[in-house]
């Protein structure tokens, strides 16, 4: 069974930089790509980031590119994403997603169908 846990999450103002971390254990962390989502209140997960299983394909949704960017160091079973230039918008609930199926693109990991497991999530709030 796959645990995922973020950390990393906090108060910033606008305009400010957060890391957030995912740490995996009891899987082939290797193997899969991951992702990160976030949420607010009353609405739907929104994808955020991906990044393919090697570390080598990344991809984005269109209103974080450029500010954020998305690493894993799989000797350390860990994911990062490095957010900078936060915006209040950025507020929200931001979720670690483990791909479902071994060796997909990071393509598909924009589509919460291919998640196989989610973290707990981590609290991002950016004041104006």
């Known amino acids: 069974q796959v645990q995922l846990v973020e950390s990393g999450g906090g108060l910033v103002q606008a305009g400010g930089s957060l890391r957030l971390s995912c740490a995996a254990s009891?899987?082939?962390?290797?193997?899969?790509?991951i992702g990160w989502f976030r949420q607010t209140p009353g609405k739907e997960r929104e994808f955020v980031a991906a990044i393919s299983w090697s570390g080598g394909s990344t991809s984005y949704a269109d209103n974080v590119k450029g500010r954020f960017a998305i690493s894993r160091d799989n000797a350390k079973n860990s994911v990062f994403l490095q957010m900078n230039s936060l915006k209040p918008e950025d507020t929200a609930v931001y979720y670690c997603?483990?791909?479902?199926?071994?060796?997909?693109?990071?393509?598909?990991?924009?589509?919460?169908?291919?998640?196989?497991?989610w973290g707990q999530g981590t609290q991002v709030t950016v004041s104006s």
């Open positions: 009891g899987g082939t962390f290797t193997n899969y790509a």
């Open positions: 997603a483990h791909g479902k199926t071994r060796f997909t693109t990071n393509q598909v990991m924009d589509n919460t169908a291919n998640v196989g497991y």
